[in-house]
Protein backbone atom coordinates (compact mmCIF):
# COMPACT_ATOMS: atom_id res chain seq x y z
CA UNK A 1 0.00 0.00 0.00
CA UNK A 2 2.93 2.49 0.66
CA UNK A 3 2.71 3.68 -3.48
CA UNK A 4 -1.04 5.32 -2.73
CA UNK A 5 -0.74 6.39 1.18
CA UNK A 6 0.95 9.13 0.60
CA UNK A 7 -1.61 10.61 -1.63
CA UNK A 8 -3.95 11.47 1.35
CA UNK A 9 -1.63 14.23 1.86
CA UNK A 10 -1.07 15.42 -1.51
CA UNK A 11 -4.26 15.63 -2.86
CA UNK A 12 -7.95 16.70 -1.73
CA UNK A 13 -9.51 13.65 -1.55
CA UNK A 14 -13.27 12.57 -2.95
CA UNK A 15 -14.43 9.32 -0.70
CA UNK A 16 -16.62 6.86 -2.65
CA UNK A 17 -18.55 5.50 0.27
CA UNK A 18 -20.61 2.02 -1.40
CA UNK A 19 -23.27 1.83 1.31
CA UNK A 20 -27.04 1.28 1.52
CA UNK A 21 -27.70 0.42 5.10
CA UNK A 22 -24.12 -0.92 5.74
CA UNK A 23 -20.55 -0.84 4.15
CA UNK A 24 -20.21 -2.36 0.64
CA UNK A 25 -16.73 -1.04 -0.46
CA UNK A 26 -14.39 1.72 0.35
CA UNK A 27 -12.73 3.45 -2.15
CA UNK A 28 -11.24 6.63 -1.79
CA UNK A 29 -9.25 8.89 -4.71
CA UNK A 30 -8.51 12.34 -5.65
CA UNK A 31 -10.65 13.93 -8.54
CA UNK A 32 -9.75 16.53 -10.68
CA UNK A 33 -11.27 17.15 -13.49
CA UNK A 34 -10.47 20.25 -16.28
CA UNK A 35 -10.78 20.88 -19.75
CA UNK A 36 -7.72 19.39 -20.46
CA UNK A 37 -6.56 17.14 -18.04
CA UNK A 38 -7.65 14.36 -15.13
CA UNK A 39 -6.00 12.71 -12.50
CA UNK A 40 -7.22 9.54 -10.56
CA UNK A 41 -5.48 7.78 -8.18
CA UNK A 42 -7.22 5.19 -6.37
CA UNK A 43 -6.77 4.25 -2.51
CA UNK A 44 -7.31 0.95 -1.49
CA UNK A 45 -6.26 0.97 2.34
CA UNK A 46 -10.29 0.51 3.84
CA UNK A 47 -11.02 -1.09 0.67
CA UNK A 48 -8.51 -4.16 1.86
CA UNK A 49 -9.52 -3.33 5.35
CA UNK A 50 -13.09 -4.02 4.85
CA UNK A 51 -12.23 -7.26 3.08
CA UNK A 52 -10.49 -8.63 5.63
CA UNK A 53 -12.59 -7.68 8.17
CA UNK A 54 -15.75 -9.25 6.42
CA UNK A 55 -17.51 -6.04 6.21
CA UNK A 56 -17.98 -6.11 2.60
CA UNK A 57 -21.67 -6.63 2.22
CA UNK A 58 -21.79 -7.12 -1.69
CA UNK A 59 -19.54 -9.72 -1.18
CA UNK A 60 -21.23 -11.53 1.45
CA UNK A 61 -24.45 -11.14 -0.41
CA UNK A 62 -22.74 -13.00 -3.63
CA UNK A 63 -21.26 -15.83 -0.98
CA UNK A 64 -24.44 -16.48 1.58
CA UNK A 65 -26.06 -16.96 -2.00
CA UNK A 66 -23.23 -19.23 -3.37
CA UNK A 67 -24.12 -22.47 -1.65
CA UNK A 68 -28.39 -22.19 -2.19
CA UNK A 69 -30.64 -22.92 -4.51
CA UNK A 70 -30.91 -20.53 -7.06
CA UNK A 71 -34.01 -19.63 -9.40
CA UNK A 72 -32.07 -19.31 -12.73
CA UNK A 73 -33.19 -17.61 -16.20
CA UNK A 74 -31.89 -17.53 -19.63
CA UNK A 75 -31.11 -14.59 -21.44
CA UNK A 76 -29.53 -15.11 -25.19
CA UNK A 77 -28.93 -19.13 -24.97
CA UNK A 78 -28.84 -21.46 -22.97
CA UNK A 79 -25.46 -21.05 -21.33
CA UNK A 80 -26.25 -17.19 -20.85
CA UNK A 81 -28.08 -17.34 -17.50
CA UNK A 82 -28.50 -14.85 -14.78
CA UNK A 83 -29.72 -15.00 -11.20
CA UNK A 84 -31.76 -13.06 -8.95
CA UNK A 85 -28.44 -12.25 -7.38
CA UNK A 86 -26.95 -10.69 -10.16
CA UNK A 87 -30.16 -8.16 -10.91
CA UNK A 88 -29.35 -7.42 -6.75
CA UNK A 89 -25.61 -6.82 -6.57
CA UNK A 90 -25.50 -4.56 -10.02
CA UNK A 91 -28.74 -2.71 -8.37
CA UNK A 92 -26.83 -2.20 -5.06
CA UNK A 93 -23.92 -1.50 -6.66
CA UNK A 94 -25.23 1.47 -8.99
CA UNK A 95 -27.54 2.96 -6.08
CA UNK A 96 -25.25 3.27 -3.85
CA UNK A 97 -22.36 5.13 -6.17
CA UNK A 98 -25.22 6.88 -8.07
CA UNK A 99 -26.40 8.72 -4.73
CA UNK A 100 -22.75 10.19 -4.05
CA UNK A 101 -22.05 10.70 -7.95
CA UNK A 102 -25.41 11.04 -9.42
CA UNK A 103 -23.92 12.77 -12.65
CA UNK A 104 -22.18 9.73 -13.31
CA UNK A 105 -23.29 7.15 -16.20
CA UNK A 106 -23.24 3.58 -15.90
CA UNK A 107 -22.83 0.46 -17.93
CA UNK A 108 -24.15 -2.53 -15.97
CA UNK A 109 -24.33 -6.01 -17.84
CA UNK A 110 -28.10 -6.70 -15.83
CA UNK A 111 -28.96 -3.26 -16.88
CA UNK A 112 -27.87 -3.62 -20.31
CA UNK A 113 -29.22 -7.21 -21.10
CA UNK A 114 -32.85 -5.29 -19.41
CA UNK A 115 -32.93 -2.87 -22.45
CA UNK A 116 -30.54 0.13 -21.15
CA UNK A 117 -28.41 1.36 -23.94
CA UNK A 118 -24.85 0.65 -23.82
CA UNK A 119 -22.62 4.05 -24.27
CA UNK A 120 -19.47 5.37 -23.53
CA UNK A 121 -18.79 8.92 -23.57
CA UNK A 122 -16.05 10.41 -21.74
CA UNK A 123 -17.86 11.05 -19.11
CA UNK A 124 -17.24 9.57 -15.50
CA UNK A 125 -18.05 6.26 -16.36
CA UNK A 126 -18.87 3.01 -13.72
CA UNK A 127 -18.40 -0.34 -15.76
CA UNK A 128 -19.82 -2.88 -13.55
CA UNK A 129 -20.34 -6.84 -13.59
CA UNK A 130 -22.14 -8.20 -10.61
CA UNK A 131 -21.08 -11.63 -10.94
CA UNK A 132 -19.15 -12.70 -13.65
CA UNK A 133 -18.76 -16.17 -13.79
CA UNK A 134 -22.85 -16.71 -13.28
CA UNK A 135 -22.84 -20.11 -14.72
CA UNK A 136 -19.50 -21.83 -11.74
CA UNK A 137 -21.98 -19.44 -8.84
CA UNK A 138 -25.14 -21.76 -10.20
CA UNK A 139 -23.14 -24.48 -10.48
CA UNK A 140 -20.85 -23.88 -7.10
CA UNK A 141 -17.88 -23.55 -9.30
CA UNK A 142 -15.25 -21.82 -7.26
CA UNK A 143 -14.91 -18.55 -9.58
CA UNK A 144 -17.28 -16.25 -8.91
CA UNK A 145 -15.85 -12.10 -9.27
CA UNK A 146 -17.51 -8.59 -9.05
CA UNK A 147 -15.60 -6.72 -11.58
CA UNK A 148 -16.15 -2.65 -11.00
CA UNK A 149 -13.89 -0.68 -13.75
CA UNK A 150 -14.08 3.83 -13.47
CA UNK A 151 -13.69 5.27 -17.27
CA UNK A 152 -13.03 8.87 -18.23
CA UNK A 153 -12.55 10.40 -21.09
CA UNK A 154 -13.23 7.04 -22.32
CA UNK A 155 -9.88 5.70 -20.30
CA UNK A 156 -10.03 3.53 -17.94
CA UNK A 157 -8.70 4.51 -15.21
CA UNK A 158 -8.77 2.08 -12.50
CA UNK A 159 -10.13 -1.41 -12.07
CA UNK A 160 -11.25 -3.72 -9.18
CA UNK A 161 -11.89 -7.05 -8.98
CA UNK A 162 -12.77 -9.57 -6.21
CA UNK A 163 -12.96 -13.20 -6.68
CA UNK A 164 -15.44 -13.77 -3.42
CA UNK A 165 -14.78 -17.69 -3.07
CA UNK A 166 -11.41 -17.23 -3.34
CA UNK A 167 -11.25 -13.82 -1.18
CA UNK A 168 -8.64 -12.01 -3.79
CA UNK A 169 -8.59 -8.78 -4.04
CA UNK A 170 -7.17 -7.30 -7.53
CA UNK A 171 -6.77 -3.25 -8.18
CA UNK A 172 -5.06 -1.15 -10.32
CA UNK A 173 -5.61 2.22 -11.05
CA UNK A 174 -3.79 3.71 -13.65
CA UNK A 175 -0.07 4.76 -13.42
CA UNK A 176 -0.05 3.38 -10.04
CA UNK A 177 0.74 -0.42 -10.76
CA UNK A 178 -1.37 -3.68 -9.68
CA UNK A 179 -2.19 -5.32 -6.45
CA UNK A 180 -3.26 -8.79 -5.41
CA UNK A 181 -4.12 -8.24 -1.47
CA UNK A 182 -1.99 -5.56 -1.45
CA UNK A 183 0.69 -7.43 -2.55
CA UNK A 184 2.57 -5.70 -5.74
CA UNK A 185 1.55 -7.88 -9.08
CA UNK A 186 3.55 -8.81 -12.07
CA UNK A 187 3.45 -10.56 -15.44
CA UNK A 188 5.83 -13.58 -15.70
CA UNK A 189 7.09 -11.57 -19.01
CA UNK A 190 7.37 -14.92 -20.78
CA UNK A 191 8.44 -14.31 -24.69
CA UNK A 192 8.62 -17.88 -25.18
CA UNK A 193 5.10 -18.98 -26.72
CA UNK A 194 5.87 -22.87 -26.43
CA UNK A 195 6.56 -22.30 -22.52
CA UNK A 196 3.37 -20.44 -22.13
CA UNK A 197 -0.03 -21.03 -20.08
CA UNK A 198 -2.76 -19.54 -22.05
CA UNK A 199 -6.21 -19.11 -20.47
CA UNK A 200 -9.39 -19.03 -22.84
CA UNK A 201 -13.27 -19.53 -22.58
CA UNK A 202 -15.79 -21.33 -24.93
CA UNK A 203 -17.98 -18.48 -23.92
CA UNK A 204 -22.14 -18.69 -23.88
CA UNK A 205 -21.78 -18.97 -28.18
CA UNK A 206 -23.41 -21.22 -29.31
CA UNK A 207 -24.18 -21.47 -33.36
CA UNK A 208 -21.99 -23.38 -35.24
CA UNK A 209 -19.48 -20.82 -36.64
CA UNK A 210 -18.54 -19.26 -33.01
CA UNK A 211 -18.24 -23.36 -32.02
CA UNK A 212 -16.08 -24.29 -34.56
CA UNK A 213 -14.13 -21.28 -34.50
CA UNK A 214 -13.34 -21.32 -30.52
CA UNK A 215 -12.18 -25.16 -30.84
CA UNK A 216 -10.02 -24.48 -33.72
CA UNK A 217 -8.38 -21.82 -32.47
CA UNK A 218 -7.73 -24.11 -28.96
CA UNK A 219 -6.58 -26.43 -31.38
CA UNK A 220 -4.02 -24.48 -33.34
CA UNK A 221 -2.43 -23.15 -29.70
CA UNK A 222 -2.16 -26.47 -29.06
CA UNK A 223 -0.32 -27.40 -31.96
CA UNK A 224 2.23 -24.84 -31.68
CA UNK A 225 2.70 -25.80 -29.24
CA UNK A 226 1.85 -24.02 -25.50
CA UNK A 227 2.49 -25.77 -22.18
CA UNK A 228 -1.58 -26.08 -21.84
CA UNK A 229 -4.77 -24.04 -22.41
CA UNK A 230 -6.63 -23.51 -19.12
CA UNK A 231 -10.50 -21.91 -18.42
CA UNK A 232 -12.02 -20.95 -15.07
CA UNK A 233 -15.34 -19.48 -16.00
CA UNK A 234 -15.05 -16.19 -15.55
CA UNK A 235 -13.11 -13.80 -17.61
CA UNK A 236 -12.45 -11.09 -14.90
CA UNK A 237 -10.40 -13.62 -13.05
CA UNK A 238 -8.54 -15.55 -16.24
CA UNK A 239 -6.95 -12.34 -16.73
CA UNK A 240 -6.04 -11.47 -13.64
CA UNK A 241 -4.05 -14.76 -13.53
CA UNK A 242 -1.97 -13.05 -16.40
CA UNK A 243 -1.02 -10.46 -14.16
CA UNK A 244 0.08 -12.76 -11.37
CA UNK A 245 2.25 -14.42 -13.83
CA UNK A 246 0.37 -17.65 -13.12
CA UNK A 247 -0.74 -17.82 -16.95
CA UNK A 248 1.32 -16.26 -19.35
CA UNK A 249 -1.69 -15.34 -22.24
CA UNK A 250 -5.33 -15.00 -22.11
CA UNK A 251 -7.45 -14.46 -25.41
CA UNK A 252 -11.31 -14.12 -25.75
CA UNK A 253 -14.14 -13.27 -28.51
CA UNK A 254 -17.27 -12.56 -27.74
CA UNK A 255 -17.00 -11.75 -24.14
CA UNK A 256 -18.37 -7.64 -23.22
CA UNK A 257 -16.69 -4.34 -21.87
CA UNK A 258 -17.90 -5.29 -18.49
CA UNK A 259 -16.22 -8.99 -18.25
CA UNK A 260 -12.99 -7.27 -19.22
CA UNK A 261 -12.60 -3.86 -18.67
CA UNK A 262 -11.27 -3.88 -14.58
CA UNK A 263 -8.91 -6.81 -15.76
CA UNK A 264 -7.21 -4.39 -18.58
CA UNK A 265 -5.73 -2.20 -16.32
CA UNK A 266 -4.86 -4.76 -14.22
CA UNK A 267 -2.83 -6.42 -16.37
CA UNK A 268 -1.40 -3.34 -18.36
CA UNK A 269 -0.12 -1.79 -14.99
CA UNK A 270 0.96 -5.15 -13.81
CA UNK A 271 3.42 -4.61 -16.86
CA UNK A 272 1.59 -7.05 -19.65
CA UNK A 273 0.01 -6.09 -22.78
CA UNK A 274 -3.22 -5.58 -23.98
CA UNK A 275 -4.44 -5.76 -27.26
CA UNK A 276 -7.38 -7.36 -30.35
CA UNK A 277 -7.31 -10.00 -31.51
CA UNK A 278 -6.08 -8.78 -34.83
CA UNK A 279 -3.19 -7.14 -33.51
CA UNK A 280 -4.60 -3.58 -33.12
CA UNK A 281 -4.77 -1.37 -30.50
CA UNK A 282 -6.90 -2.73 -27.45
CA UNK A 283 -10.52 -1.43 -27.77
CA UNK A 284 -12.92 -2.73 -24.60
CA UNK A 285 -16.26 -2.21 -26.70
CA UNK A 286 -14.86 -4.56 -29.53
CA UNK A 287 -15.61 -7.78 -27.77
CA UNK A 288 -12.11 -8.88 -28.98
CA UNK A 289 -8.58 -9.31 -26.36
CA UNK A 290 -5.71 -10.89 -26.08
CA UNK A 291 -3.47 -10.18 -22.87
CA UNK A 292 -0.19 -11.23 -22.57
CA UNK A 293 2.76 -11.01 -20.09
CA UNK A 294 4.93 -9.78 -23.54
CA UNK A 295 4.06 -8.26 -27.18
CA UNK A 296 6.03 -10.82 -28.64
CA UNK A 297 3.34 -13.44 -26.77
CA UNK A 298 0.27 -11.56 -28.11
CA UNK A 299 1.75 -10.86 -31.44
CA UNK A 300 2.10 -14.88 -32.01
CA UNK A 301 -1.48 -15.20 -30.65
CA UNK A 302 -2.69 -12.79 -32.65
CA UNK A 303 -0.83 -14.68 -35.56
CA UNK A 304 -2.71 -17.94 -34.91
CA UNK A 305 -6.15 -17.39 -34.17
CA UNK A 306 -9.27 -16.46 -35.70
CA UNK A 307 -12.40 -14.22 -34.93
CA UNK A 308 -15.31 -15.07 -35.69
CA UNK A 309 -18.47 -12.18 -36.72
CA UNK A 310 -19.74 -10.64 -33.55
CA UNK A 311 -21.15 -6.45 -33.48
CA UNK A 312 -19.37 -4.09 -31.29
CA UNK A 313 -20.71 -3.58 -27.81
CA UNK A 314 -20.91 0.02 -28.70
CA UNK A 315 -23.29 -1.12 -32.07
CA UNK A 316 -27.17 -0.30 -31.38
CA UNK A 317 -29.58 -2.67 -32.09
CA UNK A 318 -27.03 -5.55 -31.97
CA UNK A 319 -28.31 -8.69 -32.14
CA UNK A 320 -25.77 -10.77 -32.47
CA UNK A 321 -25.04 -14.23 -30.99
CA UNK A 322 -21.94 -13.61 -29.03
CA UNK A 323 -22.96 -13.18 -24.93
CA UNK A 324 -19.59 -13.33 -23.34
CA UNK A 325 -19.05 -15.53 -20.23
CA UNK A 326 -21.71 -16.58 -17.89
Known amino acids: MSRTSGAHTRNTQLCVLLQSDVCLLHVSFPCFYSHQTSEFTLLVSNLNHAVQSGSLVVPQVVLSAFQQHKEVKLKSSPADLVTE ?30 GERLELTDSP ?20 AISIAFTFNKQIQFGIVYSCVEDKLFYAQRGGGAFLN ?36 ICRLLKLPVHGVRALGTAAVDM ?12 HIGMHCWDIAASAIIVQEAGGVVMDTDGSEFDMMSRRVIAASSATVADRIAQVI ?21
Open 306 to 326: QAFPCCRDDEDNCRCGATGVN
Open 240 to 251: CQVATGGADAYY
Open 125 to 144: TWIIDPIDGTVNFVHRFPFV
Open 182 to 217: GEPLYVSGQQDISRCVVVTEIGAERDDVALSTTTSN
Open 85 to 114: TDQRVEKILISAIRNRYPQHRFIGEESVAA
